[in-house]
């Protein structure tokens, strides 16, 4: 159908079955053919009339169409070439279906089994490196894979190519190993450099066994300096040059089919001499110990040269575990003797070693020298004696009274005693230690480590399914050496998060098990699984998984960098950052065991993106899982803690195997204490891993009551967070719930302030010992009962049950049945409101006024005794304010009165009595309450009878109340 239009002489085309244009088929008009009064067409003529001259003018009807634009047809040719643990893909292209080719896919399924989702091949876009030939690794040796590919356009996804199989075996001819990356060298001093790079992104089929080093003085004439290092490590030193030379060096890797190409070139100068005394110091990361349990060591070292040395020697019975050096670095034994422990160093500034404790208990004493470039040993200073007991030293240093128990007084002594050099030496760390033992008391005992099962004879719901549907995978488990020795507890999470893997994809679980990361088995390994399963539940694991960095396979020394990476793609989606802090040398990673008596083999990791961590925070990362776990009464239910701060970050997540905060420098800027508002943050972080598949209002509101346990006002004040108030479109947390579920979106951060609320008011009540009791109730009902109701919405009735005796409080934050107006609605309170009136329940309103009753507590006294006294001043004593706009409503001046207030008009208090210490205000409104509204009503006056202003002027804010009105 075509259709004139006069205002422009054209004819416009129509499909008339669809309603659509034709844009090929419109026409113009000859131009003598303005009034267009009627029109034929025998399909190839159109005949126009035109009224204005009697006239009949014919067109030839378009019929050059341009090809419609369509997906593209499917690749041909495609093949499949087996390699060790991989196939390779090759098609050729099918065509582009007339819009350009933006990527290629592929699919894969094993044996008979169903295909799995398309995965994207990097690269493939039409003309680009993998447009016609990809190869897919990680496959399962010995196992039949059947593929296909496909194209896409802009018109969307183009039909599948023809099936092409392959198996996996390992007689594929390996090939030399890529190029290394990221070849980077340091003067390490006046006489030496230090080398480090990435290991290439293909190790060509076979493992990559070590590297050639090249070193040249012009840049042109080159020369091994290492023809084969025989070791995978990825670092060197050259050592032996003098002040001033300058060295370039290249790397190449070595496989069992040779040596590859060559990586870029890079270049240094030693630098000057070191200046200044050579010095050493140690540090414990507690100066008591239980028998046999763990002790974290720190050296720090200065002006020692290029590769100083610190030899330290252990007390008799305590043995040597691990350092955050390099493996290289370390010798031990030294000559034979266990108790000795050798630590060469390359420019460090500082390192942590672990120890294990005597068995015994007594005090012990650690000694140690550091050689320096002088080729002097110099003593390494500060501590050097611990105590090992079962019990508790400081306990019994500080329990004057025999009890068991540390109280306000002992406190006391200890701070004196650090402060003022009274009694025994007592360090810092000693004083919160006996802090801790007063507001908590003695630490928990550590629980026994289940004793490890046959793996024959393990058994669970995970690996009976295994069993049944994956046996090849199940019987590769079964064939890891970590697994021969039995199963313990961290073997038993790891197997658990690798079943679950291979039951959601089997392909990437293989992949995983083959990393050299699990050739052995550590704790933290579980970690790691854990990130890589709830990666791969987001679709995001093979993203992960193609940066170079990981491309090859995670190995021990990049766990925290794989954590940190499925944590930022998890919370994330800026692929760019992700490769940005991947990249070699763009991450700053500092990784110590450090154990804590509930969790002995922890590992902390800090991934420092932008400017490098503060040498304190590590620290306190270990004070602030201390204090949790004395908290909670039980260890934190992972082994590795992975921090990211990020310079770029503002605020705090949680993913349950990694977490980041803002870094220490957007901290120290908000007016706390050094450290205190960032350790809050940790701590606040830290308790979520407790509390993982909870209703988050229970989860926020729990961390928000332990970082103010800690005692960091900022993040647990009622005041400070009311400025979230009024954000939110709801008062409670039932509404709240209950708007979330008809698909009503609600702000995360309402059901975290009103979390909040509820707990900080529970503890309030409680007391921190009771409370802190009720905290590990909740917990193991938690942990026993989770996911047996088959919902995620646990909470409510945990909370109810555990906290049985406060259900006014409870009900009063979830329901708002008794929500009285408490002192913690304003949503710009400051630090001048008091808690210094009690409210009544329920502040009435008849759609016209509404009445506030309270009573006076402590010495407090209203700014006016009198109605006429109150309005003096105009707006003293009373005012209410709208909470959603901030928008005044009214106060108790007189009808009318404009004298001198910014709030001139008759909305005014119809009614102000104080009878003793009880009164009552009555407010008119100007206009009727919305559905829903919070309010809030300012009371001022003075602290107590002296009239003696605190604060603001001449007066001081009391308190506020709030209204709801549904």
């Not at 399924?109 to 447009?131: C, F, L, M, R, V």
């Not at 944590?567 to 760019?576: I, N, Q």
């Not at 609320?757 to 909740?778: D, I, P």
């Amino acid at each position: 159908m075509w259709v004139a239009d006069d205002r422009d002489d054209k004819l416009y085309a129509y499909t008339l079955a669809t309603g659509a244009r034709d844009a090929d088929k419109d026409f113009d008009l000859d131009a003598d053919n303005t009034g267009t009064r009627g029109i034929w067409s025998d399909g190839t003529t159109m005949w126009v009339a035109d009224r204005d001259d009697d006239k009949i003018y014919s067109y030839n009807i378009p019929t050059s169409v341009p090809p419609a634009l369509m997906v593209p047809p499917a690749p041909v040719g495609l093949i499949a070439t087996a390699g060790d643990a991989e196939v390779t893909l090759s098609w050729t292209s099918g065509g582009d279906g007339g819009s350009a080719i933006t990527k290629h896919q592929y699919r894969q399924k094993e044996g008979s089994g169903s295909y799995g989702s398309w995965t994207d091949i990097a690269d493939s876009a039409a003309g680009e490196t993998n447009a016609t030939g990809y190869t897919v690794t990680g496959l399962t040796r010995g196992t039949a894979y059947t593929f296909q590919v496909r194209a896409v356009n802009g018109e969307g996804d183009g039909a599948a190519s023809v099936e092409a199989s392959a198996t996996p075996d390992n007689n594929a001819p390996a090939k030399a190993p890529g190029a290394p990356t990221g070849l980077a060298a340091t003067a390490k001093g006046p006489t030496g450099i230090g080398l480090s790079w990435s290991a290439p992104a293909s190790n060509g089929g076979a493992a990559i066994t070590g590297y050639r080093i090249e070193v040249s003085t012009d840049g042109s004439s080159w020369s091994d300096m290492v023809a084969d290092t025989n070791s995978t490590g990825t670092t060197y030193s050259h050592a032996g040059l003098t002040l001033g030379d300058t060295r370039h060096y290249r790397v190449s890797a070595i496989n069992s089919a040779g040596t590859g190409p060559i990586s870029n070139i890079a270049t240094a100068t030693t630098g000057p001499a070191p200046s200044g005394n050579v010095s050493a110091t140690r540090s414990f990361s507690s100066t008591t110990v239980a028998p046999g349990g763990t002790l974290t060591v720190t050296i720090t070292a200065a002006n020692y040269g290029l590769a100083g040395g610190v030899t330290e020697t252990l007390p008799q019975g305590f043995s040597y575990v691990s350092s955050s050096l390099d493996a290289a670095q370390v010798t031990h034994p030294v000559q034979g003797d266990d108790q000795q422990v050798r630590f060469t160093l390359q420019a460090e500034t500082s390192f942590t070693y672990t120890v294990t404790a005597s068995s015994m208990e007594d005090s012990y004493t650690f000694s140690g020298t550091l050689r320096g470039s002088d080729r002097i040993d110099h003593v390494v200073g500060g501590a050097a004696t611990v105590t090992v007991s079962s019990g508790d030293p400081l306990l019994a240093r500080y329990d004057a009274n025999s009890n068991g128990e540390i109280d306000k007084s002992e406190v006391i002594q200890a701070i004196n005693d650090y402060l003022f050099g009274e009694g025994v030496p007592i360090t810092e760390a000693e004083v919160i230690h006996v802090i801790n033992l007063y507001l908590f008391g003695p630490p928990p005992a550590p629980t026994p480590a289940p004793t490890p099962v046959p793996f024959a004879q393990y058994d669970t719901p995970d690996i009976r399914w295994l069993k049944s549907n994956r046996p090849e995978f199940y019987r590769q488990i079964q064939e890891m050496p970590w697994v021969q020795d039995g199963v313990g507890r961290w073997e038993s999470e790891s197997i658990e998060w690798l079943a679950r893997m291979a039951r959601d994809n089997n392909t990437a679980a293989s992949r995983i098990l083959d990393m050299p990361f699990l050739e052995t088995h550590e704790p933290s390994d579980a970690t790691v699984l854990t990130a890589m399963y709830w990666t791969d539940q987001r679709n995001r694991l093979n993203h992960l998984l193609a940066e170079p960095v990981l491309r090859d396979g995670i190995t021990d020394a990049e766990i925290p960098l794989a954590i940190a990476g499925a944590f930022m793609v998890s919370t994330d989606g800026d692929a760019g950052k992700l490769t940005r802090m991947l990249a070699p040398g763009h991450a700053d990673v500092e990784t110590v065991s450090r154990g804590t008596t509930l969790s002995p083999h922890m590992e902390f990791s800090i991934v420092r993106i932008g400017s490098k961590a503060q040498p304190w925070v590590m620290d306190s990362l270990f004070e602030s899982l201390e204090l949790l776990e004395r908290i909670m009464g039980v260890p934190l239910p992972v082994s590795h803690v992975v921090a990211v701060i990020n310079d770029e970050s503002t605020c705090g997540c949680t993913t349950g195997y990694a977490f980041d905060v803002p870094p220490e420098w957007h901290m120290e800027t908000k007016g706390t204490p050094k450290g205190q508002r960032f350790q809050g943050h940790i701590i606040h972080e830290l308790s979520h891993y407790y509390w993982k598949e909870i209703d988050r209002w229970v989860n926020e509101g729990v961390a928000r009551t332990v970082e103010y346990l800690y005692g960091v006002e900022y993040g647990l004040d009622p005041v400070a967070y009311t400025n979230w108030r009024g954000k939110c479109e709801v008062h409670d947390l039932q509404m709240h719930r209950d708007l979330e579920s008809r698909g009503i979106s609600q702000p995360i951060f309402c059901a975290h302030y009103l979390g909040g609320e509820l707990f900080l008011e529970l503890r309030k009540r409680l007391g921190t010992s009771e409370y802190v009791a009720r905290l590990n109730e909740m917990h193991r009902v938690y942990v026993e009962e989770k996911g047996q109701r088959g919902q995620r919405n646990l909470g409510i009735d945990e909370v109810r049950r555990i906290f049985n005796d406060q259900s006014e409080i409870v009900e009063k934050h979830w329901s708002g049945k008794l929500n009285s107006p408490e002192n913690r609605w304003k949503k710009e309170a400051s630090s001048m409101s008091h808690d210094l009136i009690q409210w009544d329940q329920h502040p009435t309103y008849d759609g016209d006024s509404i009445t506030f009753n309270g009573t006076l507590l402590g010495d407090a006294v209203l700014s006016g005794e009198t109605i006429a006294e109150a309005r003096r001043d105009g707006y003293r004593n009373f005012h209410l304010y709208r909470i959603a706009d901030a928008k005044f409503m009214g106060n108790i001046n007189p009808p009318g009165w404009t004298g001198g207030t910014r709030h001139p008009g008759d909305n005014i208090a119809l009614e102000y009595r104080l009878e003793g210490r009880t009164f009552a205000v009555r407010f008119r409104l100007p206009e009727a309450l919305g559905n829903p509204a919070d309010y809030f009503v300012d009371v001022w006056g003075f602290q107590d009878e002296s009239r003696t202003p605190v604060i603001w002027q001449d007066r001081d804010r009391l308190g506020y109340s709030r209204i709801i009105v549904e």
